[in-house]
């Protein structure tokens, strides 16, 4: 390099643009296994899901006919798959605040804290590691209705009994409260360690400017520095429960009578249980639409954020 | 009455102490610097007095009040802070604002919709704009007010906290460091400034610094820390011409002070490596002491055989323009010794040349075993 910088310039340039086409060429060349990966993993099988939809394609079938909108037309007037999206969205909008607004109190109590914070954090992380599905039946002895030990405490403090998987009016929200148990501990490892990112100088200044109350304090420092990290647990919260599928699956199925009828366990339904797996495709398109809006969302807040730094 | 009054103060963080019982007054309009190497324990006596840490012993009085029990925005002092700690997300006026916001309103009036509705609350927002506006000019930063800090460059950061501690009129002004995330031109030349801001602010400024030119050249008077204690407090002129402690004038003064081991003669004289130089009255036979003087005050001249007190080798030269420096390698061993001359002379010595070295009379400093000040008793 040093070498040809030295030579006139008419020289270097037909050597030099050489060589650019050499490194780009290597470029492609070692960048090809991921591009492949990509495609093949990521990109196609969602473009092939797409085509799908618009087919009337049975799992296993040897031909397929392209039906246009037909799909998407018939789950307008399919009232199971609405009740399906309205449950998803009630079951996002209960797990999400849920669990970030106790995922932030569980962090900002242990970062308070002088003693035991590994414990806490450990004993907080635990249902992130452990495998929903297992704890799934875990839970299903818990809220059984005679001897599980969810109603035999509520009967102890003087309430009735209830048949929470089987409840209509109940059974979708017993299994919210598994989502907030198993997503809390993951938004209170990610908001802690927005909380120790918080320089303490900001807390010290705030403290001689007159800012030091406990609830102005956080107003006037934590929360809005922690304004990244908790945008980033919110949209991540939103997305993993739109996936809502392990607990539906294990304890449910969808019922009682479509009460916990989700849009994963419906296309789960429909492409592998009645094959159809066209009008399956047709609800992941609207699931990923639902994923794409929230990851814009985050783009763009991560965009605003951007003068933090 | 005095502008703040430190009695005793101590402080440990677990098995490590770091204040071993600091006195200090610093008087109302004065602005007295905290010198010293860091680990000194400079800025945790600022932050005692500022309220951010508790002293285990000692007390603090501001204005002639105890304060050890308030809370530091009970204290009513200002803090600059090294890293200027401004709140990111808020504009430049919503920093200067904050201190007044958080006096002259309560907690619901800071709400959105009410602070645009309740009189009251407005007339408070007019007044804090008006005074934040005020501050602002007074820094030159006027043109900023509705950018956030990241916008801003380091100086224009450094003016926003400046202008932040001073906006509500504090009685003690605590600057931790607030030089010393600046390039050192921009340095030179906020110097003069917070100089300036302390003339006009007419209140008592506590300086935190590790830079002896930040110190000297701004301060009524320099306190210089080492090791959690207070070795010596002066005005600078006095700090540097007549420290009373060795460890104040090695720390005080670039390039450093030379030192040489000595032992006290018979006839009074001192015996260093080398040669042979004159003592005070007053020193016991046999004593070791420590003879030190200024580079500017070691005289040197070619070595032509005559009788010199001491001799030594150019070791190497540094010409800054104004000043130039021999690096001088003594004939009797020891650390080399500086002398600062003038470039005229300077360049008139080569590298490797045989000199005679002569500290200037009346000018040469004496410390005993332990490192305190033998004064000359006259």
Redesign the interface.
Known sequence: MTATTALPVAIERPSRSTQARAEAFAAYVLSAPAIVCLFGILLLPTLATFVLSFTDWQFGAPTLRWIGLDNYAHLANDRVFWKSLSNTVLYVLVVVPASVLLGLGAALLIEAGTSGRAFYRAAFFLPVTATLIAMATVWEIMLHPSVGLINVLIEALGFSKQNWLKDPDLALFALAGIGVWQALGLNMVLLLAGLKSI?R??Y??????????P??RFL??TL??L?PALSFVLIISAIRSFQVFDTVAVLTEGGPNKATEVLLYTMYQEGFGFFRAGYGAAITVVFLLFVLVLTLVKARLAEKRV??? | MSGVSIRGVTKAFGQTRVLHGVSLDVGPREFLTLLGPSGCGKSTLLRIIAGLEQADEGSIALGGQRVDSLLPRQRDVAMVFQSYALYPYMTVAENIGLPLLMRRTRPWQRLPLIRRLHPQSRAASGSIESDVRRAAAALQIESYLDRKPAQLSGGQRQRVALARAMVRDPRVFLMDEPLSNLDAKLRVAARAEIADLHRRAGVAFIYVTHDQAEAMTMSDRVALMMGGEILQIAPPGQIYEDPADLRVAEFIGSPKINTLAGVVRTDGGIDVPGGVLSGTPGLSQGDAVSVAFRPEHLQVEPDNGASGVLRGIVRHLENLGSDFYLYIEPSGGGERLIARTTPDIGQSVALGAPLVLRPAPGRVLLFDRVGRRIRSRP
Request: aromatic share 8%.
């Open positions: 320089p100088d900001l010290e200044a705030a403290a001689i400017d007159g800012a030091d109350g609830w102005t006037t420092v809005p520095m304004g003068h933090y730094s």
